[in-house]
């Protein structure tokens, strides 16, 4: 089809193009404020953050390191009031205190980065007229730190698998980290992924059991794993004394922010891999009307693509009836892992190119693997495996059905509006090396440095879809790029798709991690139907060293969560490549940002 200039409804803005700015840039016509940083008061009675003097207990009450998702989640009877919802993923120590020894944190810098990490709830008030949105430090905000009870539920919960020296029932955990993205419920809570939890934990050496050895190995455990070095101050963060802790890491996280002493929930049902996220997509007709769907990306290379589907069907409204019914839901039902077979295989030769004419496209299966039942007994659907070793060690479970192995699947969302799943695909620079698996058509290019973002139209609750890839990422004037079908001459260039979210109008945005093509991180607006199919716009850049996270995008505002900004090679807290956002000498904070259009016009329209 002949390509179309107009941009579709909510991507009408002047690109910004790629640079290395230490700076936020934004579309002409809009403008940006920071709505809260690390440091900044989360609680009453938080200290102001002092860089040079900082304590646990201030940073308990404040808000964390490195933001990445982030949620508006209504207030409950207050008009134009949210929860802002954020993950605080991980801490970089190097960054955080100056004259830091690398691998030798003090125990005042272990446990201040304690309670940096975790989700931090916090009310806002949008303002009448623009996109700003304003943090109110004050009662319905609350700290989620590595040390806050949850509540394991499922399979996993009170198996032996689980059971430490501190919980011998196995069902209460202490605390989260590296939670990267996550999403909202329609029932009002906050789904965070636990990610990168193998950073967390040393001694791996001194597991000498050959079944629990062969598990931390699939989990990519090992004695140089540990960045963090939590376990010379705290015994359950070292695996020689308590070789369970870290099965208790790995799950998705469900957070009610509309009572701040709710206890959050880690659902065993849905895996146990380096979650990305999850994000929930309900059956809207049909007799699975009501039926929650939930798919989750394990980021790491060669990892799958999961999702589960509820059993109970979900109760509508945000009442706290419906939200304690909803809860549940996410223990109930079956979990799958994804296959992706290509329709044009003796094309793919590694190269990311293809014949004249042909596409990256091709059928799929659900491979079950587990299902919990409403009395909590549970089926495994894996030979050789209990369903307790399926939601603990799942990624065992799904080498064992044939799941096809990604290139990092990243954060994997529904359209609203069509129904269609998108999963970023980050990057694979293993892929096709010595004894690592080759390219094939989900996966094209051998040694995969930009990415791809593959599109499913998935029979939500059943087994079989269909898939094509919308991008294959890097820079359009190379061969081995794709962009929809659309002109490349007219795109903006993207690499390394992360987060993914969508606008009130349908269109995908994509926010980036680790832009291989020598400028900034950004957030890109994606069109995805008609002539204008692959039309690809960069909204906003982050500060040099900056990822771009969380972002949100509603009809009068884009929010993005900028993480870790100044974190580059041969930088630290003793030179800061970044003064974003206090600028002058100060040193780089992750931070919130809202963005919307002079006069609160619609954003793109
Ligand atoms: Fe924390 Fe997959 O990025
Ligand atoms: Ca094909
Ligand atoms: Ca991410
Ligand atoms: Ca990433």
């Known amino acids: 089809s002949p390509v179309d200039d107009t941009p579709p409804a909510g991507m009408d803005f002047a690109s910004v193009a790629p640079n290395t700015e230490d700076a936020v840039v934004i579309p002409e016509g809009y403008q940006q404020r920071v709505v809260i940083g690390w440091g900044d008061a989360v609680l009453p009675g938080a200290p102001a953050f002092d860089f040079a003097n900082q304590t646990p207990e201030a940073q308990a009450m404040q808000f964390g390191y490195n933001n990445d998702f982030a949620g508006l989640i209504p207030v409950d009877g207050v008009s134009g009031h949210y929860y802002l919802v954020c993950n605080q993923e991980y801490t970089t120590e190097e960054f955080m205190f100056t004259g830091y020894v690398p691998g030798e944190p003090t125990e005042q810098q ?76 329609p029932w009002g809570t906050m789904l965070s992924g636990e990610e990168n939890f193998d950073g967390y934990f040393s001694n791996a050496s001194a ?56 206890t959050p929930i880690k659902h065993t049902s849905l895996g146990r891999l380096k979650h990305e996220g999850a994000t929930i997509h309900v059956v809207s007709s049909g007799p699975d009307e009501g039926t929650v769907v939930a ?36 223990d109930e039902g079956t979990l799958y892992v994804a296959s992706f077979t290509g329709d044009s295989p003796d094309a793919i030769d590694g190269s990311g190119e293809l014949p004249e004419g042909d596409s990256f496209a091709g059928t799929g299966t659900w491979h079950p693997l587990l299902t919990v039942n409403a009395d909590g007994s549970a089926q495994s659907h894996v030979d050789g495996m209990t369903p307790e070793e399926v939601a603990v060690f799942t990624r065992l479970a799904a080498d064992e059905v044939g799941a096809t192995k990604m290139d990092r699947p990243e954060d994997i969302e529904a359209n609203p509006r069509s129904g269609k799943v998108y999963c970023a695909l980050t990057n694979n620079d293993e892929r096709g090396t010595d004894g690592e698996a080759p390219a094939d058509e989900a996966n094209p290019r051998n040694e995969n440095k930009n990415g791809q973002v593959i599109e499913i139209e998935d029979n939500h609750t059943g087994t079989d879809l269909t898939w094509n890839l919308l991008l294959v990422c890097g820079d359009p004037a190379a061969a081995d790029t794709y962009y929809g079908g659309y002109d490349k001459t007219k795109v903006s260039p993207i690499s390394c798709p992360d987060n993914v979210a969508f606008d009130p109008h ?45 972002p949100i995008i509603d009809r009068d505002r884009v929010i993005v969560c900028v993480q870790h900004p100044g974190e580059l090679d041969d930088h630290s807290a003793d030179n800061p490549a970044s003064h974003w956002p206090d600028g002058g000498n100060t040193q780089p904070r992750p931070a919130v940002v809202a963005v919307w259009r002079d006069g609160g016009t619609p954003i793109g329209a």
Request: glycine share 12%.
């Open 207 to 262: 597991v000498t059991d050959a079944t629990a050895t062969e598990r931390l190995d699939r989990y990519s455990v090992d004695d140089d794993s540990d960045y963090h070095h939590w376990g010379r101050f705290d015994p359950r963060f070292d695996l020689g004394q308590e070789p369970n802790e870290i099965n208790r890491f790995g799950y998705v996280v469900e957070v009610d922010p509309h009572d701040p002493n709710s």
């Open 506 to 550: 349908g269109n995908l945005w994509i926010s980036t991690d680790g832009n291989a093509l020598d400028s900034n991180d950004g957030l890109f607006a994606v069109a995805l139907d008609g002539a204008q199919r692959g039309m690809t716009k960069q909204f906003l850049t982050v500060p040099v060293g900056g990822e771009t996270c969380g």
């Open 110 to 185: 272990a446990r201040i980065a304690m309670a940096a990490h975790g989700i931090t709830v916090v009310e806002v008030s949008a303002e009448n007229g623009t996109g700003a949105i304003t943090p109110i430090v004050g009662e319905r905000n609350r700290r989620i730190t590595a040390s806050t009870p949850m509540r394991l539920t499922g399979p996993g919960a009170g198996s032996d698998f689980v059971k430490t020296s501190a919980d011998p029932a196995g069902v209460t955990v202490l605390g989260t980290f590296a939670n990267c993205a996550g999403g909202l419920t």
């Open 295 to 330: 798919y989750t990306g394990d980021d790491e290379r060669f990892e799958y693509i999961y999702k589960f589907v509820s059993s109970r069907k979900m109760k509508t409204g945000v009442s706290a009836t419906a939200r304690a019914h909803n809860i549940g839901i996410l």
